[in-house]
């Protein structure tokens, strides 16, 4: 600090309390300024990395595409909505408390280390998967489905009569 300005001195760029003393090391490494000390506690924040996001460089989700680029570390937002694309609508949106927020958990189906749907089991759905319909191909019955002027695949169904499927 006592030859570079503190270029995170506002409290929409990172709080002090995250880099004590304004030790800078504390993310940042002497020999290259932009690559990471890999030293910061991102598990003390709300937002703990897990997973891919683990693998992530810091100004994936710090660091704006504006130009000039603008650095936020505060009031980031922490759904995985915010920074993914959400391809089923309000679907699995939870309407009742303690959730009952609209917002989805995309970790009932989806890994943390990757997108596959490794998590999900369609024995805890309304339509368990027996006989013939075990061997189908998931894309056979949830089919893309033009909802509120957007398409999503349909996974939540409204019928499980036979004659829905099998006319």
């Not at 002497?30 to 460089?57: M, P, R, V």
């Not at 970790?107 to 999900?120: N, P």
Request: charged share 25%; proline share 5%; aromatic share 8%.
């Amino acid at each position: 600090m006592d030859c570079h300005d503190d270029v995170h001195k506002t409290a929409s760029e990172i709080d002090v309390k995250w880099y004590p003393n304004q030790d800078c090391q504390t993310c940042h490494l002497t020999e290259s300024w932009s690559a990471s000390s890999g030293k910061f506690e991102h598990s003390k924040t709300k937002f703990q990395l897990k997973g891919k996001h683990q693998q992530q460089d810091c100004r994936a989700c710090h660091l704006s595409d504006d130009e000039p680029p603008k650095r936020t570390f505060a009031g980031l937002p922490n759904t995985c909505a915010d920074c993914h694309e959400h391809g089923h609508g309000n679907q699995f949106a939870s309407p009742l408390p303690p959730k009952g927020d609209g917002l989805t958990d995309c970790t009932r189906c989806h890994s943390l280390d990757g997108w596959a749907m490794t998590d999900f089991d369609h024995d805890k759905t309304r339509f368990k998967l027996e006989g013939k319909h075990a061997e189908t191909a998931c894309q056979k019955c949830h089919l893309p489905t033009v909802v509120d002027g957007s398409t999503v695949v349909l996974y939540r169904m409204e019928s499980f009569e036979c004659v829905v499927c099998h006319k």
